[in-house]
Each structure stands twice: as C-alpha cells, then as structure tokens.
C-alpha cells in the first residue's frame, strides 16, 4: 500500500517535502485536495516510564504500571488517532528483558506506530531484542529516522552505559549531521532522552548531556531542526537558547520538582506531550496530564 507520505510526494512531483507557499501556487485542485487531508500530522511523545516487572512495584511512591495503565487508556480513548507513539527512553527501571516484554504488550495496538529510544535507565541490547521490529541500530545505538507528514523525525541514543548522564559520541554525531544534510529544507524534529540545554535545576544539569555543545553546534547550523524534545528532568519546560527550541515533558510515573537542590517528588499528576505537525513547518504542542486511576490488579 502506498503511504499518504508517498502519495503526497508522488502527485507534486517532489523528492523533498515542498514549502507550503510554493506548493500551493502550483498545485491542482486534486492535489489541494490532498494536501488538506495532509495538513496535520498528529504525534505522542511519552517518556521516563520506568516500568518494573514486579507490577505493584514503586518509585518514590508511584506505582509506575498503574500510571502507565492510566496513561494508555487516555491515549487509547482520545489520541488513538496519532501517527506515531515515540517514547523517549527509561522504559525499563529495572532493567529487565521481562519488563520490556510487559512493555511490548501493554503498548499491543500501538506498536506499529512506536519509536524507541533509550535513556539512562535502560539495557540496550534488552530493548533491542524485544523490539527488534521497531529499533534501528547504528552501530551500538539504538536511533531512529522517520519520514512522515512532510517532516523528518530523528530519534538519537543518548544513554551512556553506567552513567546517569548522557553522550551522544562522535560517531551518533556524524550520522545525525548526515541525516540533515540529506534534505535540508525538511521540517525536522529531533528526539533524545537528555536536554542538551541547561534547565536550571542543579541537580538535573549536573547529570544532563556530555556532548550538548557539539549537538548544539549542529542544531544551530540546521535550521530546520524545528525543535528538540526530550524527558529525563520528569517536568514540563520550554526554553529557548541561540535558536534552539527544547521542550521536556513530565514523566508518566514520578514527577520531580523543578529547582530544587536534590531530588524532590512532585505531586502534580503524570503526563505526556502531543505534537500538531504542519507540512510548512509550523506546528503545535501541549502537554496532557493524566489522573491517576487505581487497579485492583494492575
Ligand atoms: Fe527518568
């Protein structure tokens, strides 16, 4: 079957996604058509779930199954409609080959629409055998590359084996430059699991991304890198620095409590982040948050 991505390059005539201005002086009224059936592209992030095998097991308090019960069910009744679920790492608190198994099967009808990417509570090689269908490996990294609705999605691997805080590592550096290089007039979105930008929590910095002005130096060459999300902070922020945009969302387990000088547990309710793509660029974002509903078997 051919996918509306590939339909809609095909009737323009286009081997890159069009300007929108441009697009809409040329186009036929058949092809208008179906660039309004094109107009938005709707995408989830969620993050930091940090599942356990045990299903009553905690983390400061949150039974993590139980939020992430939550979290499905309302996605599942509101969003169904997304193109794509993209979890931005700490899936597996525990680390275990079960807990990704439970993973794969919480997430059943989602799964064709999921990308995966690590974060520092992970074990790689785990995540890449139950996922082996949904994870790219570029060299040791577990990456991803996704064209969709006009846009390019980049998913980049920033675990650091052991550390808390991330790296990305030259080589994830080159192949992200390539990536950008191939169509740079692509809207692009980049997804990885530690800010590269400080988020003026001490703590969080302190344990934030090695190589962040390397990446940054990058994204500031790129201007259609639209921007930059990720979790690991378990808050909501949006900061802008030098033209580049980041966007963090709470976590779907235990939030924490912004400026602060250690780890503080916030009781504001679990969420995740929806994204409105439009072909030219432009786009939407919001974070939802979530009320926790207890199971009597989670
Ligand atoms: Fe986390």
Redesign the pocket.
Known sequence: MISLERLFLFECGCSTAPNGQVFSRKMSAYHRRTEVFLMTTRIVQV??L?LMADPLAELKGVCTRTNLHSVLDILRRDFGSAERLIVT??LA?DELRETYEVLRELFGDWLPKLRLLP???ENRDDMRHVFSDRVTAVEDRNVFTDLIGGWRLIGLDSQLPGEVRGNLGEFQRDWLARELEVEPLRPTAVFL?HPPLKVGTGWLDEIGLEDSERLLELLRRSPQVKFVCC????HEMTITQANVLLLTTP?T?VQFLPETDRLVPDSVPPGFRIFDLEPDGSFRTRVVRVPIVTRTHP
Do not use: A
């Open positions: 993050t930091d940090h790492g700490d608190h974060g520092n509570h699991h979790g690991h902070i378990h976590s387990s």
